[in-house]
């Protein structure tokens, strides 16, 4: 049996008209069809398909778009103008002017994160006002990477890193806010690492760790320990300044703890000096006090933890220099140097 179709039309006008209004034409029109192929109608003209595929069209274009992830180049435009969007509106993947975007690749990389959909990688601790875990010469910590990586392979990797750094919006106020990122600097190769709070108004400017006033009491320290600069590698808890140079909030340093840990893992290094508390309790994940932390080794991964106070604090408090004199005379002596 055949049907022309205006036989087809009629008969779906017709149960249209007897209350199958709420069905969409499309479903209509499918499910007329089945019922004719069931009732033996083996051959529809070629007007009818294209006529179910025309209706089909407009539903399929209704479908809400899945969202693109942003590139680089998008992320980048949208910090440079955070109050044009809050969220990054890319290209078509796959079209003329954008490259398909390999969606593990960016998945896996936190700078395509927007700001509203961000979320972090790692979950602030509930610390404890317990001291943490002290190292032990003993202790053979399982998790402490043996990097076997050469100066040029951790010098890429930084790189790498520094580059995602540079992008990352993760914490919204601070992206908006930046001059730039400040990753660190330093020895790829160095066995004492240095870790700060987060950079100031000073370090946003020069895009430096420890650059102003107590940048310069941190190279008299670091001189005063028989050091240069170039022999030690140094960081931060935040790659961003805060605003108004408060405190980092538990989240931000969540946040950036990913990058923190990429750095120690390249640059692998056998000491690491907490300079303050928000560096020492942020690494250590305990709210026991700096005076409390001070004095003795405590372990990360299988590296020598020793905290003390921050220079900046030093800038206020000089009477707190013969204790941070006698830090780094406990953590030379450890060295094997007589300070
Ligand atoms: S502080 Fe760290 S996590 Fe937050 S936006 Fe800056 S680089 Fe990203």
């Known amino acids: 049996m055949k049907l022309s179709p205006v ?25 007329r069809l089945e019922d004719l192929r069931r009732a033996g109608v083996t051959h529809v003209p070629a007007g009818v398909s294209e006529l179910v595929a ?6 399929e274009s209704h479908r809400p778009a899945k969202p693109a992830t942003a590139t680089r180049a998008q992320v980048a435009s949208m910090l440079q103008h955070p109050a044009s969007s809050s969220r990054p509106q890319p290209a078509a993947v796959g079209s003329a002017d954008s490259p ?56 890429t990797q930084l790189t790498s890193l520094a580059d995602r750094v540079a992008a990352c919006i993760r914490c919204q ?59 030690v590698y140094i960081c931060n808890i935040l790659r961003c300044r805060p605003p108004g140079n408060r405190t980092p909030n538990p989240q931000e340093a969540a946040n950036c703890r990913e990058f923190l840990d990429g750095q120690i893992e390249i640059v692998n290094p056998k000491y690491i000096i907490c300079w303050g508390s928000c560096a020492a309790q942020n690494l250590l994940d305990t709210k026991a006090a700096i005076g409390k932390l001070r ?7 299988g590296i020598k933890v020793l905290c003390t106070y921050h220079p900046s604090y030093l800038l206020r408090q000089p009477a707190a220099k013969k204790d941070v004199w006698e830090d780094m005379k406990f953590f030379r002596a450890d060295m094997g140097v007589k300070l």
């Open 54 to 59: 025309a209706i089909a069209l407009p539903a």
């Open 173 to 231: 106020e601070l992206a908006e806010t930046r001059t730039q990122t400040v990753f660190g600097v330093g020895n790829p190769e160095a066995d004492i690492m240095f870790l700060g709070e987060a950079p100031g108004a000073d370090e946003d400017r020069q895009g430096e760790p420890f650059v102003g006033r107590a940048g310069k009491l941190l190279n008299d320290i670091i001189t005063a320990c028989r050091l240069t600069r170039e022999e």
């Open 295 to 301: 004095g003795e080794f405590f372990d990360y991964k």
């Open 7 to 31: 036989e087809l039309s009629s008969t779906v006008a017709t149960e249209s008209e007897n209350g199958v209004r709420r069905m969409t034409t499309q479903r209509m029109l499918r499910q």
């Open 100 to 155: 398909p975007v390999r969606r593990s690749t960016i998945e896996a990389t936190p700078v395509a994160r927007t700001p509203a959909a961000h979320a972090p990688v790692r979950q602030f601790a509930q610390p404890s006002a317990a001291l943490p875990k002290k190292y032990s010469a003993d202790m053979s910590d399982p998790q402490r990477p043996c990097s076997t990586l050469s100066r040029s392979e951790r010098e």
